[in-house]
């Protein structure tokens, strides 16, 4: 299993090394080719997280490392499907170096904590909606970072998608849009199976944690952030702004505040 996740980090690593320079030579014919080592870097780390699940004892999908490492994963699928519908150059370089950083990273990090008996499916179906959740908003938040980038280049009359092969401030708006209105209903889901699962553990759905406290006000904001989106309350520029501030947050939320409680 840890031969395919090196496999996978090394694949991850070679996609985001090719498209940095499909950038700076620059090399249009790269940068449309690199989505091809995403995807072959997805095949193999899925085969390794299939490999996860036949090992006896397994391995907890709910460990942080791996969760990270799925969320990454997701994120990719999904970097995928938008690359084949928009034009999407610029996403392969931050998405292939993260992705290389969560499978390498999982690697390094070996619990020696065995999947829970709980006797439902409750916990992992809570990493993976939670996961697809995070990949979701964490492409909202890249889409978000680019607008604002591109936007802050046209008006001092130099654009980026000149130099970096971007979309239209238009396209990365609905790549906004649609991860949001992906995003959003999948962390509901993982925050209510989150709250399932510590049920299921304590007899309570609620345990007033640190890492609880911040990931209920998490969800609160990008509530709001749903809200004014699709009420037409926000502009493009706005919607951007709140989709890197908002993963930022959550982030912290489920990052941070896990660490440190």
Do not use: C
């Not at 998608?161 to 889901?189: H, I, Q, T």
């Amino acid at each position: 299993m840890y031969a395919l996740q090196y496999m996978a980090a090394a694949l991850y690593l070679a996609t985001g090394v090719a498209a940095v320079l499909g950038l700076a030579l620059p090399a249009p014919k790269v940068l449309r080719e690199a989505r091809w080592g995403l995807l072959l870097g997805a095949v193999v780390q899925f085969a390794a997280f299939a490999t996860l699940h036949r090992l006896d004892p397994a391995p907890s999908l709910t460990d942080l490392g791996y969760a990270v490492a799925v969320m990454s994963w997701l994120a990719v699928l999904f970097t995928l499907l938008l690359l084949a519908r928009i034009r999407l150059p610029g996403f392969v370089t931050p998405v292939a170096f993260v992705a290389f950083l969560a499978t390498f990273g999982a690697t390094l990090h070996r619990p020696d904590v065995i999947a829970e008996q709980t006797g439902t499916t409750i916990p992992h179906a809570h990493v993976l909606l939670a996961s697809a959740g995070l990949a979701a908003v964490g492409v909202a938040g890249l889409a978000g970072f680019f607008f604002l980038m591109e936007h802050r280049a046209l008006k001092q009359r130099r654009s980026v998608a000149r130099r970096v092969a971007m979309p239209s401030l238009e396209a990365l708006d609905r790549v906004n849009r649609v991860a949001l209105s992906l995003g959003f209903p999948l962390l509901s889901l993982g925050v209510i199976t989150g709250a399932l699962w510590l049920d299921a553990r304590s007899g309570s759905l609620w345990s007033g944690s640190l890492h609880e406290t911040w990931m209920l006000i998490a969800w609160l904001i990008y509530f709001g952030l749903v809200v004014l989106r699709f009420a037409g309350k926000q502009g493009a520029r706005q919607a951007a702004a709140s989709a890197v501030a908002g993963f930022a947050f959550l982030l912290f939320a489920v990052l941070g505040a896990g660490v440190v409680s």
